[in-house]
T-cell receptor
Framework: DAGVIQSPRHEVTEMGQEVTLRCKPISGHDYLFWYRQTMMRGLELLIYFNNNVPIDDSGMPEDRFSAKMPNASFSTLKIQPSEPRDSAVYFC????????????FGPGTRLTVT | QQQVKQSPQSLIVQKGGISIINCAYENTAFDYFPWYQQFPGKGPALLIAIRPDVSEKKEGRFTISFNKSAKQFSLHIMDSQPGDSATYFCAARPGSARQLTFGSGTQLTVLP
């Protein structure tokens, strides 16, 4: 299995631009999580989906952030407009329903907003 | 109540020594306590996990000790190796939900 795939791995953009981060979960996994990691705030859960439906988006910082999961194999996290304080590493993770709760993380997207 | 407090923030250990990282929680609804290991430039990966019905779980050189009454759990790395140098995160899951609450992380450096 290829694991969780994220793209791009690095993104540098100017303040005010739209940024779209992409994630392909492990095939068969029905939970998908988006996290943000910074030195100051650590690893924060932004939103998670179950069977493509958003379950908890309470961690999404503000309306500039939106996430979608149009099908079981693809999700996007969009920031519009982007701001320098959005600079962070964004991780996508997936897991399987049932008694095992292990989350499998992707390699992350390092976002720099100048 | 949703917080998981982790200490120390950083830890330096000599090769062969024991590394100990501690976490504490308040929410008694937490029922699953994993530890994740993260190497630079990589995503976190599950290292070992425990449920509150046992007080200790060991996998190779890694052991979780769990104290339900004190609401604390810790990771012990025996015979620490330079390859163990990474950031370690404790986490907890409330029984009613699927998401994990992560601690702030501990950067472990094992000196050769």
């Amino acid at each position: 299995d290829a694991g969780v795939i994220q793209s791009p791995r690095h993104e540098v953009t100017e303040m005010g631009q739209e940024v779209t981060l992409r994630c392909k979960p492990i095939s068969g996994h029905d939970y998908l999580f988006w996290y943000r990691q910074t030195m100051m705030r650590g690893l924060e859960l932004l939103i998670y989906f179950n069977n493509n439906v958003p379950i908890d988006d309470s961690g999404m910082p503000e309306d500039r952030f939106s996430a979608k999961m149009p099908n079981a194999s693809f999700s996007t996290l969009k920031i519009q407009p982007s701001e320098p304080r959005d600079s962070a590493v964004y991780f996508c993770a997936s897991s399987l329903s049932g008694g095992k709760y292990e989350q499998y993380f992707g390699p992350g997207t390092r976002l720099t907003v100048t | 109540q949703q917080q998981v407090k982790q200490s120390p923030q950083s830890l330096i250990v000599q090769k062969g020594g024991i590394s100990i990282i501690n976490c504490a929680y308040e929410n008694t609804a937490f029922d699953y306590f994993p530890w994740y290991q993260q190497f630079p430039g990589k995503g976190p990966a599950l290292l070992i996990a425990i449920r509150p019905d046992v007080s200790e779980k060991k996998e190779g050189r890694f052991t979780i000790s769990f104290n339900k009454s004190a609401k604390q759990f810790s990771l012990h790395i025996m015979d620490s190796q330079p390859g163990d140098s990474a950031t370690y995160f404790c986490a907890a899951r409330p029984g009613s939900a699927r998401q994990l609450t992560f601690g702030s992380g501990t950067q472990l450096t094992v000196l050769p």
